[in-house]
């Protein structure tokens, strides 16, 4: 339940734009008010839980077999995580959103690449199902996503009572049980899942090792965590390699421009936040030296980047600061492992946008996973030179928001 806060909306569309910029921008980037204060909104048009088992059951009868669902674990409060699998193709793309339950637009755009991949008869499709696998996990938390909160609805005592080797700690950093975006989690506590991971996929939760720190990795105690886990280790089973790509579909700051051109933005796109300091010799990430996936996830970002500005959408780069250190992510953890991770970063969360623009965002996501998806497959992708990332536009108007409370 959210937490219903005084709004400042209207001083703050008033201080958003300053009277420089505002001579140069054109009439629309400045009328549509925004702000970053959490607050209620409507969100009934995205899919919910319910919806998207309809859905997905409907996908699996309409495109004949083609598309496969299929259990890859239970949530905390015992919801179905799904595994959505379509095409026969050497090179596999696992696909989640919400893993944090505040950032929706993900879930309806997997499903239409979903629909598209299973359904079309077109040529383009048949080639795309010959060459590619999509895994899709949509809604991996369903719990926080029910709720319309980020944290899922694991409370430190049921961690205690499944790890009994954690008896006596504290709970871990991620663990959230005060008021955060505007939710109240005193009563029903949670954990952002998004910092559950681990490079060494068959960790096991240790002592020493909680509560943790942003800079140090997950323990795989959600059950969210594990179930992306499996899915993962699953695929990686199923064709003797990891799988090629991991896209992690998230939102971001509300009021987030692309830097030059000053216009609201849609979505951003990123690269595995692990320093490069770090995989040098004796440093903590050498042993993933020749593994980690940088280069093939900037092109895979640009791939993403191209997509989305080719249908009119408005991208950049996500804020990357170069000691941004968070091996905790899913995306960091997979990269580690060799498979190349972009992150997408919508504008704006259901506390601060509820479902506006939802549309056009839902349609920017699309165009750059189809763009993606078809660049695995042509191989194009290879050829995109991974220093381009830092031509792609960055963003203003992000110091707003808290980067803890995104990605
Ligand atoms: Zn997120």
Partial sequence: M??????????????????????????????RPCSEEPR???????TDYRELQVELDRLQRVSKGRIKV????????????HRATVGTGPKVLIVSSEIHGNEKTGTDALLRVLDFLGTSESAHAKRLRATITLV??????????ELDRRGNDLSWAEVRQRFPQLAGRPPAWNYISGQQQGDDYRTRPGFDVNRDFHPELDYQPQAADVPGAPDQPGWFITPEA???????????AERGEVPDVYVDLHHQGACVRQ?????????????????????EDGQKYAKYRDVYTKDESRQLAISAFNGMTEGGYVGARYPHAADR???GQARCAFALNGTATVLFEVRGQTQTLGQQ????????????????IADVSTGAVDRIDPEKFDTIPGTAGAEAFNPALVD
């Fill in 2 to 31: 959210r937490v219903v806060v005084g709004t400042v909306l209207a001083s703050l569309a008033l201080g958003l734009v300053s009277p420089i910029s505002a001579v140069a921008q054109p009439v629309q980037t400045l009328a």
């Fill in 40 to 46: 209620e909104l409507p969100i009934n048009e995205f």
């Fill in 70 to 81: 299929d259990p890859a674990g239970q949530s905390t409060r015992g919801r179905t995580i």
């Fill in 136 to 145: 899709a996990v949509p809604k991996l938390n369903p719990d926080g996503a």
């Fill in 226 to 236: 594990r179930a992306l886990r499996k899915v993962y280790l699953d695929v990686k």
């Fill in 259 to 279: 830097a030059g051109s000053d216009k609201f933005l849609d979505v951003a796109v990123d690269y595995p936040p692990l320093p490069d300091r770090f995989f």
């Fill in 325 to 327: 250190d968070l091996p």
């Fill in 357 to 372: 623009h939802r549309e056009r965002f839902t349609r920017a996501v699309v165009a750059g996973l189809n763009r993606m």
